[in-house]
C-alpha cells in the first residue's frame, strides 16, 4: 500500500491557503528566479520569502525536524567545503585577495597544507548559503503542505499529460513508501536477532552484511510496482482521458500569487539581462585587503 506523507490541513497556513497549482507555480519561478542570482544582495529578499513561508506555514518544527537538520547541515558542509577548497567559485571571479594564509607545520611529499581564507571565498560561501537554503526551506515544505489526494489532479492542472501526472503522483509517494518498507523490514529483521547497531568490518563488509535490510525491501519495492502497473492496466490506464473525481479552481488570491510570480521572475530575468546580480564582493574589503 502506498502511503503519503505527513500532511495534514493546518489552519492559517499561508501555502494551504492557496490552490496547489498555484503554488506550484510560484514556487518555480521563485526557483528559477533564485538561480539567476549569486549577488548576496539580491539573494536575501529570496532568504526572506522562504522564511516568511516556513514561519506562516502552520508546520511544527517536530514534524520537519529531521528534513529540516538534514538540509541545513548538507547546504552548511558544502559551503564550508567550498570556502575551504575555493573550488565552485572560481568561474565567477578570477583575483583573490587574501585575509590570512594558515601553513601547516609538517610537509607530505615535500607538500605543505595551507588554507588561504580569501574575500572572495567568504562571501562565495556566504552567496551560496543564502542560495541554496532559500531553494531548499521552500522545496522541502511542499510536501507537508501539498495535500497527497491532489497531487494527480495538481500536476495535470499545470498542463501535463495523464501519465505524467500520474507519474508525478506515484514519485510523490514513493520516498515516505519505501522509508516505511525500510522501517518495517528493519524491525522484523531484530525480532528475529538481526543486530544492526554492531556491523563492523570494512566498507564492502559492511555493505554485505546490510543485505538482510537492502534485498528484502528492494524485492518488495519491485513486486509493488508491478502491482501497481497490473492495477492500471486492469482499470484501462492510458486508453482515453482520465476523470478526476477532485476538480481545483483558482481563487483571486490564486491569480494574484501566480501573478506576483511571473513578476518577480520577468524581474529577475530582466535584471540578470542587463548585467546585474553576478557575484559581488563589497569594494571595501576588497580595498582593505588589497594590499
Not at 525491501?217 to 492510458?238: C, K, N, P, W
Not at 481563487?251 to 501566480?258: E, G, H
Request: glycine content about 8%.
Amino acid at each position: 500500500m502506498l502511503v503519503a506523507w505527513r500532511y495534514r490541513k493546518r489552519e492559517n497556513s499561508f501555502i494551504q491557503w492557496f490552490d496547489p497549482r498555484a503554488w506550484i507555480i510560484f514556487y518555480l519561478c521563485f526557483l528559477v528566479s533564485t538561480l539567476a542570482f549569486w549577488d548576496v544582495r539580491f539573494l536575501l529578499p529570496f532568504f526572506a520569502i522562504s522564511l516568511f513561508v516556513v514561519f506562516t506555514s502552520g508546520v511544527k518544527w517536530h514534524e520537519m525536524r529531521r528534513a529540516f537538520l538534514f538540509i541545513i547541515g548538507f547546504v552548511f558542509f558544502f559551503a564550508i567545503l567550498t570556502f575551504l577548497t575555493g573550488r565552485g567559485g572560481t568561474e565567477l571571479y578570477k583575483a583573490e585577495h587574501l585575509i590570512r594564509q594558515f601553513k601547516a607545520p609538517f610537509a607530505i611529499f615535500g607538500w605543505t597544507p595551507t588554507l588561504d581564507i580569501t574575500v572572495e571565498r567568504a562571501f562565495f560561501a556566504v552567496s551560496q548559503f543564502v542560495r541554496v537554503f532559500s531553494i531548499a526551506t521552500m522545496t522541502i515544505l511542499i510536501p507537508y503542505s501539498l495535500n497527497p489526494a491532489l497531487y494527480g489532479i495538481t500536476f495535470k492542472g499545470l498542463g501535463l499529460p495523464d501519465n505524467i501526472a500520474y507519474a508525478m503522483d506515484l514519485t510523490m509517494r514513493f520516498i515516505p513508501t519505501f522509508g516505511r518498507d525500510f522501517q518495517l523490514t528493519m524491525d522484523a529483521q531484530r525480532a528475529r536477532g538481526y543486530e544492526l547497531e554492531k556491523i563492523s568490518g570494512g566498507l564492502i563488509e559492511q555493505v554485505r552484511k546490510l543485505g538482510p535490510l537492502m534485498v528484502p525491501v528492494t524485492i518488495h519495492a519491485i513486486i509493488g510496482s508491478e502491482d501497481i502497473i497490473d492495477a492500471m492496466d486492469l482499470r484501462a490506464f492510458g486508453v482515453g482521458p482520465r476523470t478526476w473525481l477532485d476538480q481545483l479552481t483558482y481563487q483571486t488570491r490564486d491569480r494574484v500569487l501566480i501573478a506576483g510570480g511571473v513578476l518577480i521572475l520577468l524581474a529577475s530575468l530582466g535584471v540578470g539581462f542587463f548585467g546585474f546580480g553576478n557575484f559581488w564582493v563589497p569594494p571595501a574589503l576588497i580595498k582593505l585587503f588589497g594590499g
